[in-house]
Protein backbone atom coordinates (compact mmCIF):
# COMPACT_ATOMS: atom_id res chain seq x y z
CA UNK A 1 0.00 0.00 0.00
CA UNK A 2 1.22 3.40 -0.64
CA UNK A 3 0.32 6.41 1.46
CA UNK A 4 -1.46 9.56 0.63
CA UNK A 5 1.16 12.49 0.41
CA UNK A 6 0.83 15.74 2.53
CA UNK A 7 1.87 18.53 0.61
CA UNK A 8 3.54 21.14 2.21
CA UNK A 9 3.95 23.17 -1.21
CA UNK A 10 0.12 23.20 -1.88
CA UNK A 11 -1.52 23.89 2.12
CA UNK A 12 1.41 27.08 1.75
CA UNK A 13 -0.10 28.13 -1.22
CA UNK A 14 -3.36 28.19 -0.20
CA UNK A 15 -2.68 29.86 3.38
CA UNK A 16 -0.56 32.75 1.19
CA UNK A 17 -3.50 32.60 -0.42
CA UNK A 18 -5.27 33.82 2.20
CA UNK A 19 -2.41 35.97 3.38
CA UNK A 20 -2.40 38.28 0.13
CA UNK A 21 -5.98 38.96 0.57
CA UNK A 22 -5.45 40.29 4.17
CA UNK A 23 -2.54 42.35 2.58
CA UNK A 24 -4.83 44.26 -0.12
CA UNK A 25 -7.74 44.77 3.06
CA UNK A 26 -4.88 46.33 5.28
CA UNK A 27 -2.88 48.14 2.31
CA UNK A 28 -6.80 49.82 1.77
CA UNK A 29 -6.02 51.01 5.11
CA UNK A 30 -2.67 52.07 4.40
CA UNK A 31 -1.20 49.52 6.34
CA UNK A 32 2.02 47.30 4.67
CA UNK A 33 3.28 44.75 7.42
CA UNK A 34 6.96 44.95 7.36
CA UNK A 35 9.83 42.20 7.79
CA UNK A 36 13.25 42.97 8.79
CA UNK A 37 15.66 40.49 8.28
CA UNK A 38 19.48 40.57 9.48
CA UNK A 39 22.11 37.97 8.50
CA UNK A 40 25.70 38.30 9.75
CA UNK A 41 28.74 36.98 7.98
CA UNK A 42 28.10 34.68 4.36
CA UNK A 43 27.16 30.78 5.69
CA UNK A 44 25.62 29.55 1.96
CA UNK A 45 22.19 27.84 3.64
CA UNK A 46 21.52 31.05 5.52
CA UNK A 47 22.02 33.06 2.38
CA UNK A 48 19.49 30.66 0.35
CA UNK A 49 16.97 31.01 3.56
CA UNK A 50 17.39 34.80 3.37
CA UNK A 51 16.60 34.92 -0.12
CA UNK A 52 13.67 33.09 -0.36
CA UNK A 53 12.19 35.50 2.73
CA UNK A 54 13.27 38.35 0.83
CA UNK A 55 11.21 36.40 -2.28
CA UNK A 56 8.02 35.74 -0.56
CA UNK A 57 7.78 39.38 1.00
CA UNK A 58 7.91 40.27 -2.30
CA UNK A 59 5.40 38.03 -3.76
CA UNK A 60 2.86 38.54 -1.12
CA UNK A 61 3.23 42.48 -0.83
CA UNK A 62 5.25 42.73 2.13
CA UNK A 63 7.80 45.54 3.17
CA UNK A 64 11.21 44.00 3.76
CA UNK A 65 14.48 45.12 4.59
CA UNK A 66 17.38 42.70 4.71
CA UNK A 67 20.65 43.67 6.45
CA UNK A 68 23.77 41.65 5.48
CA UNK A 69 26.76 42.49 7.70
CA UNK A 70 30.09 41.01 7.75
CA UNK A 71 30.99 38.22 9.41
CA UNK A 72 33.18 40.74 11.93
CA UNK A 73 30.33 42.49 12.84
CA UNK A 74 30.79 43.14 16.70
CA UNK A 75 27.73 42.57 19.25
CA UNK A 76 27.51 46.13 20.23
CA UNK A 77 26.88 46.89 16.39
CA UNK A 78 24.36 44.29 15.82
CA UNK A 79 22.64 45.21 18.86
CA UNK A 80 22.28 48.67 17.99
CA UNK A 81 20.73 47.58 14.74
CA UNK A 82 17.83 45.00 16.62
CA UNK A 83 17.09 48.51 18.55
CA UNK A 84 17.02 50.58 15.90
CA UNK A 85 14.42 47.78 13.83
CA UNK A 86 12.31 48.15 17.29
CA UNK A 87 12.12 51.92 17.21
CA UNK A 88 11.37 51.84 13.29
CA UNK A 89 7.45 51.97 12.64
CA UNK A 90 7.49 50.45 9.25
CA UNK A 91 8.77 47.02 10.70
CA UNK A 92 6.50 44.95 12.15
CA UNK A 93 8.98 41.89 12.05
CA UNK A 94 12.46 40.98 13.08
CA UNK A 95 14.47 37.91 12.33
CA UNK A 96 17.63 37.16 12.94
CA UNK A 97 18.95 34.56 10.76
CA UNK A 98 21.16 31.56 12.74
CA UNK A 99 23.47 30.83 13.14
CA UNK A 100 25.37 33.77 14.53
CA UNK A 101 29.24 33.84 14.21
CA UNK A 102 31.50 32.76 17.28
CA UNK A 103 32.04 35.86 18.65
CA UNK A 104 28.80 36.84 18.97
CA UNK A 105 26.22 35.94 21.77
CA UNK A 106 23.16 34.56 20.28
CA UNK A 107 20.49 34.46 23.21
CA UNK A 108 21.54 38.21 24.33
CA UNK A 109 20.57 39.29 20.20
CA UNK A 110 17.56 37.10 20.76
CA UNK A 111 16.66 38.69 23.98
CA UNK A 112 16.67 42.68 22.34
CA UNK A 113 14.27 41.91 20.07
CA UNK A 114 11.32 43.02 20.50
CA UNK A 115 8.46 41.13 22.03
CA UNK A 116 6.04 41.61 20.02
CA UNK A 117 8.52 41.91 17.06
CA UNK A 118 9.74 38.63 17.37
CA UNK A 119 8.40 36.39 14.60
CA UNK A 120 10.24 33.72 15.01
CA UNK A 121 8.97 33.13 18.78
CA UNK A 122 12.17 32.73 19.63
CA UNK A 123 12.38 35.29 23.14
CA UNK A 124 12.10 33.81 26.13
CA UNK A 125 8.51 35.85 26.75
CA UNK A 126 6.95 34.17 24.12
CA UNK A 127 8.76 30.42 24.12
CA UNK A 128 7.33 31.35 28.02
CA UNK A 129 3.46 32.43 26.74
CA UNK A 130 3.73 29.15 24.78
CA UNK A 131 4.38 27.05 27.61
CA UNK A 132 1.70 28.14 29.96
CA UNK A 133 -0.69 28.17 27.35
CA UNK A 134 -1.40 32.45 26.85
CA UNK A 135 -1.69 33.92 23.46
CA UNK A 136 2.24 34.37 21.70
CA UNK A 137 4.14 34.80 18.32
CA UNK A 138 4.11 30.69 17.66
CA UNK A 139 8.00 29.58 16.53
CA UNK A 140 7.64 28.91 12.50
CA UNK A 141 8.43 25.56 11.92
CA UNK A 142 5.88 24.14 14.82
CA UNK A 143 3.56 25.61 14.19
CA UNK A 144 3.50 24.94 10.35
CA UNK A 145 3.67 21.19 11.66
CA UNK A 146 0.54 21.86 13.18
CA UNK A 147 -1.36 23.78 10.75
CA UNK A 148 -0.23 21.24 7.74
CA UNK A 149 -2.02 18.13 10.26
CA UNK A 150 -4.89 20.17 10.97
CA UNK A 151 -5.38 21.14 6.77
CA UNK A 152 -4.82 17.23 5.84
CA UNK A 153 -8.08 16.90 7.87
CA UNK A 154 -5.47 14.71 10.25
CA UNK A 155 -7.51 14.93 13.86
CA UNK A 156 -4.89 14.93 16.74
CA UNK A 157 -7.24 15.24 19.64
CA UNK A 158 -6.47 11.87 22.03
CA UNK A 159 -3.83 10.63 19.50
CA UNK A 160 -0.14 9.44 20.66
CA UNK A 161 2.18 11.85 18.95
CA UNK A 162 5.59 10.72 19.28
CA UNK A 163 7.94 13.37 18.77
CA UNK A 164 11.74 12.52 17.99
CA UNK A 165 14.33 15.69 18.68
CA UNK A 166 14.02 17.68 21.63
CA UNK A 167 15.58 21.00 20.27
CA UNK A 168 14.77 24.19 21.12
CA UNK A 169 13.63 25.26 17.77
CA UNK A 170 11.62 22.23 16.78
CA UNK A 171 11.24 19.11 18.99
CA UNK A 172 10.42 21.13 22.65
CA UNK A 173 7.93 23.59 20.86
CA UNK A 174 5.99 21.22 18.69
CA UNK A 175 5.60 19.12 21.56
CA UNK A 176 4.09 21.83 23.43
CA UNK A 177 1.88 22.44 20.47
CA UNK A 178 0.45 18.79 19.95
CA UNK A 179 -0.67 19.22 23.58
CA UNK A 180 -2.50 22.00 23.06
CA UNK A 181 -3.95 20.37 19.88
CA UNK A 182 -5.08 17.33 22.73
CA UNK A 183 -2.73 14.74 21.75
CA UNK A 184 -0.95 12.40 24.49
CA UNK A 185 2.81 13.41 23.81
CA UNK A 186 5.78 11.18 24.45
CA UNK A 187 9.41 12.68 23.33
CA UNK A 188 12.39 10.44 22.53
CA UNK A 189 15.90 11.94 21.58
CA UNK A 190 19.51 10.79 21.15
CA UNK A 191 19.78 9.11 24.76
CA UNK A 192 16.04 7.11 24.59
CA UNK A 193 16.50 3.50 24.91
CA UNK A 194 14.36 0.97 22.37
CA UNK A 195 13.14 3.70 20.11
CA UNK A 196 11.05 1.97 17.71
CA UNK A 197 9.44 -0.12 20.12
CA UNK A 198 7.87 3.60 21.24
CA UNK A 199 7.72 5.27 17.57
CA UNK A 200 5.69 2.06 16.89
CA UNK A 201 3.59 2.99 19.25
CA UNK A 202 2.55 6.46 17.03
CA UNK A 203 -0.57 7.35 15.48
CA UNK A 204 1.39 10.40 14.62
CA UNK A 205 5.51 10.53 14.23
CA UNK A 206 7.10 14.12 14.43
CA UNK A 207 11.05 13.75 13.44
CA UNK A 208 13.16 16.49 13.86
CA UNK A 209 16.61 14.74 14.65
CA UNK A 210 18.85 15.85 11.48
CA UNK A 211 19.85 12.55 10.42
CA UNK A 212 19.43 11.73 6.77
CA UNK A 213 17.03 8.96 6.23
CA UNK A 214 17.52 7.91 9.57
CA UNK A 215 13.24 6.84 10.37
CA UNK A 216 12.89 3.39 8.09
CA UNK A 217 9.89 1.13 8.22
CA UNK A 218 10.59 -0.26 11.55
CA UNK A 219 9.90 2.35 13.94
CA UNK A 220 6.41 3.15 11.95
CA UNK A 221 3.00 1.71 13.17
CA UNK A 222 1.00 0.93 9.85
CA UNK A 223 -1.22 3.87 9.12
CA UNK A 224 0.20 6.32 11.18
CA UNK A 225 0.80 9.94 10.24
CA UNK A 226 4.96 10.68 9.58
CA UNK A 227 5.83 14.26 9.82
CA UNK A 228 9.42 14.77 8.57
CA UNK A 229 10.84 18.42 9.19
CA UNK A 230 14.70 17.09 7.88
CA UNK A 231 16.64 19.24 6.11
CA UNK A 232 19.91 17.09 5.66
CA UNK A 233 21.91 17.96 2.45
CA UNK A 234 23.63 15.15 1.09
CA UNK A 235 27.02 14.40 -0.65
CA UNK A 236 25.32 14.67 -4.68
CA UNK A 237 23.61 17.89 -3.17
CA UNK A 238 20.21 16.56 -2.97
CA UNK A 239 18.49 17.34 0.35
CA UNK A 240 17.10 14.28 2.23
CA UNK A 241 14.71 14.36 5.14
CA UNK A 242 15.26 12.33 8.39
CA UNK A 243 12.67 9.59 7.11
CA UNK A 244 13.59 6.72 4.57
CA UNK A 245 10.57 8.20 2.38
CA UNK A 246 10.64 5.41 0.26
CA UNK A 247 10.02 2.74 2.53
CA UNK A 248 8.15 4.34 5.39
CA UNK A 249 5.84 5.02 2.91
CA UNK A 250 4.35 1.48 2.34
CA UNK A 251 3.43 0.89 5.67
CA UNK A 252 2.76 4.68 7.22
CA UNK A 253 -0.72 6.73 6.72
CA UNK A 254 -0.62 10.20 5.25
CA UNK A 255 3.01 11.29 5.04
CA UNK A 256 5.24 14.67 4.43
CA UNK A 257 8.02 14.75 1.50
CA UNK A 258 11.06 16.39 1.22
CA UNK A 259 11.22 19.07 -0.28
CA UNK A 260 7.90 20.02 -0.25
CA UNK A 261 6.57 19.44 2.98
CA UNK A 262 7.28 20.94 6.20
CA UNK A 263 10.12 23.27 4.25
CA UNK A 264 7.72 25.55 3.01
CA UNK A 265 5.23 25.93 5.71
CA UNK A 266 7.86 27.22 7.64
CA UNK A 267 8.49 30.70 5.30
CA UNK A 268 4.55 31.13 5.15
CA UNK A 269 4.13 30.74 8.73
CA UNK A 270 6.64 33.37 9.14
CA UNK A 271 4.99 35.29 6.45
CA UNK A 272 1.65 34.91 9.01
CA UNK A 273 3.33 35.87 11.41
CA UNK A 274 4.79 39.15 10.27
CA UNK A 275 0.71 39.60 9.17
CA UNK A 276 -0.36 38.98 12.83
CA UNK A 277 2.22 41.60 13.88
CA UNK A 278 1.29 44.49 11.65
CA UNK A 279 -2.69 43.93 12.83
CA UNK A 280 -1.71 44.35 15.90
CA UNK A 281 0.58 47.28 15.44
CA UNK A 282 -1.58 49.01 13.73
CA UNK A 283 -4.67 47.79 14.39
N1 LIG B 1 18.24 29.17 11.01
C1 LIG B 1 17.69 27.97 10.70
N2 LIG B 1 16.37 27.98 10.97
C2 LIG B 1 16.09 29.20 11.45
C3 LIG B 1 14.88 29.83 11.89
O1 LIG B 1 13.80 29.25 11.91
N3 LIG B 1 15.01 31.12 12.28
C4 LIG B 1 16.18 31.76 12.31
N4 LIG B 1 16.21 33.03 12.75
N5 LIG B 1 17.32 31.22 11.90
C5 LIG B 1 17.26 29.95 11.48
Known amino acids: MTATIISGKQVSEEIRGSIAVEVKALAAKGVVPGLAVVLVGEDPASQVYVRNKEKACHDLGFYSEVHRL ?24 ILVQLPLPGHVDEKAVINAIAVDKDVDGFHPVNVGNLVIGDDSLLPC ?22 VIGRSNIVGKPVSLLLQ ?29 IGRANFIDA ?18 NGK ?10 KEVSGPITPVPGGVGPMTIT ?10 KRHHG
Open 218 to 235: SYVKPGAVVIDVGMNRLD
Open 180 to 208: RENATVTMCHSRTANMAEITRQADVLVVA
Open 239 to 248: LAGDVDFESV
Open 269 to 278: MLMQNTLLAA
Open 70 to 93: PAETSQADLLALVEKLNSQNNIDG
Open 141 to 162: TPAGVIELIKRAGISLSGKHAV
